[in-house]
């Protein structure tokens, strides 16, 4: 019987977990940055959450945008072998890309501002949030 291959319900070896989410990670980062994504923010999840390791939120500057960020990103995701969902990209006010290890959260900038998720991820821990320049 061969082993099953590492999915986001069978963890791989945490060497390989790591190395796999890092990538991830990286992917999501620089496919926001080409897409000129703006305000993008990095959430270290690690000892705050169990459901991924990573969380990136990030703005575009109008409805249009965000749905073409998060479309893209889940192409790139898809095409790089993983899976990405998508969620309220009818209105693309927020919408919520779970591609396993990272969860992206796109916005309008009003929409952002008025969730200001950032402030509850980092409540106890603000040194760990992470601004990337976009």
Do not use: C
């Not at 999915?7 to 991830?24: C, Q, R, V």
């Not at 919520?96 to 950032?118: C, Q």
């Amino acid at each position: 019987m061969s082993k099953p291959k590492s999915n986001a319900l069978t963890p791989a070896s945490s060497k390989e977990g790591k190395a796999e989410s890092d990538a991830l990670f990286a992917l999501v980062m620089q496919s926001l940055d080409d897409d000129q994504a703006q305000e993008i923010v990095s959430i270290p999840l690690d000892g705050k959450s169990n459901i991924a390791d990573h969380m990136v939120i990030a703005e575009g500057r109008s409805t249009r945008q965000v749905a073409s960020i998060a479309q893209k990103l889940a192409e790139r995701v898809k095409q790089a072998g993983g899976t990405a969902r998508i969620e309220g990209l009818a209105n693309a006010d927020w919408v919520l890309i779970d591609a396993g290890d990272v969860i992206v959260h796109l916005f309008r900038p009003e929409v952002r501002s008025f969730y200001n998720l950032e402030r509850m991820w980092a409540v106890g821990d603000e040194g760990q949030t992470e601004i990337a320049e976009a």
